[in-house]
Structures are given as structure tokens and as C-alpha cells.
């Protein structure tokens, strides 16, 4: 509202999302689990189209998963923007303008994944957001 004077912005909670995507919920082939994901993904956005908005903020890492699905209930022209992209075009922005900090950061390092829960479970989420195999390392923490 700062940014924009008079701009009016509806809200909506969509506290399953989260765990229908950690769930599997997503892409699965269950006639069951898909019809879930259906009404719940519908009952959000219903408020949100009936109130006539232009533009959906996705405003969790977990939304851009359910995109696909969340489109389907989106009415055409509506802007949807996944906060992802957002946060990483600001944090581009953020470093031509502190280019000490940006100098701070790590190139072409590798990453290692430590977890302490089920290795393989991890693996799973870690593909659905990374879209890659990764290879995880269990640890116990005592």
C-alpha cells in the first residue's frame, strides 16, 4: 500500500498446501489423492476469484509446486507470481548494490546434504524443489 496508494490486497491462508505437497499429493496418480489436492486447491482460490484479484502472489516455497493445479482454478489474466523468482530478483538487485557483499559469496562450490531424518524421504522432497538426485548423508545428532 506504501508502494502503491490505493491498491487493495485480499489475503488468504492456505495452510494444507505445505502438506499436501510434503505429502506426495501433488503429481501422484491415486485417483484419491488427486481429488483431494482438487478441492482443497479450490476452496482456497474461490474466495480469491470471486474477489476479482489481477495478480496471486505465491508467497511460499512450497505454491510453486502446486502451480500446475493452482492454474486451474486461476481465471485468465490473472498475474501469478511464484516468490521465488521475486525473492531472487531482488537479491540480484540487493548485490549491484553491495557489491562488497556479493564478492562474499561462494562460486562454483558443491553442496552436501546432512539430514537427521529419513534419508530417503529427504531425497524425495529435495527432487520435487531441486528437480535433481541429490545424494543425502544421514546424521545423528547425539
Keep these: 500500500r506504501q508502494l502503491v496508494p490505493g491498491v487493495e490486497i485480499t489475503a488468504r491462508a492456505c495452510p494444507l498446501f505445505v502438506p499436501l505437497v510434503e505429502a506426495g499429493y501433488v503429481d501422484h496418480s491415486e485417483a484419491g489423492k488427486q481429488q483431494i489436492t482438487k478441492l482443497v486447491i479450490a476452496q482456497y482460490l474461490t474466495e480469491i476469484r470471486d474477489a476479482g484479484v489481477d495478480t496471486l502472489i505465491l508467497g511460499c516455497t512450497h505454491y510453486p509446486i502446486l502451480l500446475p493445479k493452482i492454474l486451474k482454478y486461476t481465471p485468465p489474466g490473472v498475474r501469478i507470481i511464484p516468490q521465488g523468482e521475486y525473492v531472487a530478483s531482488s ?51 547425539e
Design 91 to 141: 537479491l540480484k538487485d540487493y548485490f549491484v548494490r553491495h557489491p562488497e557483499i556479493e564478492q562474499k559469496c561462494t562460486r562454483n562450490a558443491t553442496c552436501r546434504y546432512l539430514t537427521t531424518e529419513n534419508a530417503d524421504k529427504f531425497a524425495e522432497g529435495a527432487r520435487m524443489f531441486l528437480h535433481e538426485h541429490v545424494n543425502i548423508e544421514h546424521i545423528d545428532l
